[in-house]
Nanobody, 119 residues
Framework: QVQLVESGGGLVQAGGSLRLSCVAS????????IAWYRQAPGKQRELVAS???????AYVDSVKGRFAISRDNAKSTAYLEMNSLKPEDTAVYYC?????????????WGQGTQVIVSS
């Protein structure tokens, strides 16, 4: 299985930038997709960005052009570069590795890192 640890969250003013990191351990060679989700107070968790082993990326419309997801497979680390941050980006951000049957039979989630964007 895979264990995930996020870091890099914090308090930033609107228009600022943050870079989140997600370090994976365990069966990292079996990871295909890595994704970032976020959950704001009172809202459902939403998919923000994802990246495949081959480098294909996808983003929710609200962050396109502002956020960039990347990964360093040698370091078993994924990143989420967040620029031009807005107050509505405030949320707990989670790293996620979905199941990759049969190699990874279960989903994995990190503990989350808080991002607060002040106006």
């Amino acid at each position: 299985q895979v264990q995930l640890v996020e870091s890099g969250g914090g308090l930033v003013q609107a228009g600022g930038s943050l870079r989140l990191s997600c370090v994976a351990s365990g069966s990292t060679s079996r990871i295909n997709v890595i994704a970032w989700y976020r959950q704001a107070p009172g809202k459902q968790r939403e998919l923000v960005a994802s990246i495949t082993t081959g480098g294909d990326t996808a983003y929710v419309d609200s962050v396109k052009g502002r956020f960039a997801i990347s990964r360093d497979n040698a370091k078993s680390t994924a990143y989420l570069e967040m620029n031009s941050l807005k107050p509505e980006d405030t949320a707990v951000y989670y790293c996620h590795v979905p199941q990759n049957w049969p190699y990874l039979p279960f989903d994995s989630w990190g503990q989350g890192t808080q991002v607060i964007v002040s106006s």
